[in-house]
């Protein structure tokens, strides 16, 4: 069974960069989409980023694009997001789980999440 494990979020001021990290276990990531979502209060959750199992392709939110970047090191079963700018707005929860990637939304078939790493832009 898939296991993913968020962490790296934080408190960090506006303009500010943090770097996320998901970290998997129960299987190996190389043959899938991962992909990074984030779910602020009072909205739904939305995909931000996704990453092919090679890390050849990659897609981004346009709120994001620009700023964020994603990137897989399977030998370490890990992906990450370096997020730069970072905004108020980008303050939520984030949460990596296998990907589509063009749809940007969340694999139907992979339905596992970890518990998320909170994120909080804020001067």
């Known amino acids: 069974q898939l296991k993913l494990v968020e962490s790296g979020g934080g408190l960090v001021q506006p303009g500010g960069s943090l770097r996320l990290s998901c970290a998997a276990s129960?299987?190996?990531?190389?043959?899938?989409?991962i992909g990074w979502f984030r779910q602020a209060p009072g909205k739904e959750r939305e995909g931000m980023s996704c990453?092919?199992?090679?890390?050849?392709?990659?897609n981004y939110a346009d709120s994001v694009k620009g700023r964020f970047t994603i990137s897989r090191d399977n030998a370490k079963n890990t992906v990450y997001l370096q997020m730069n700018s970072l905004k108020p707005a980008d303050t939520a929860v984030y949460y990596c789980?296998?990907?589509?990637?063009?749809?940007?939304?969340?694999?139907?078939?992979?339905?596992?999440w970890g518990q998320g790493t909170q994120v909080t832009v804020s001067s």
């Open positions: 129960g299987i190996t990531l190389d043959y899938l989409s």
């Open positions: 789980a296998a990907c589509l990637i063009r749809a940007l939304k969340a694999h139907p078939s992979y339905d596992y």
């Open positions: 990453i092919s199992s090679s890390g050849g392709r990659t």
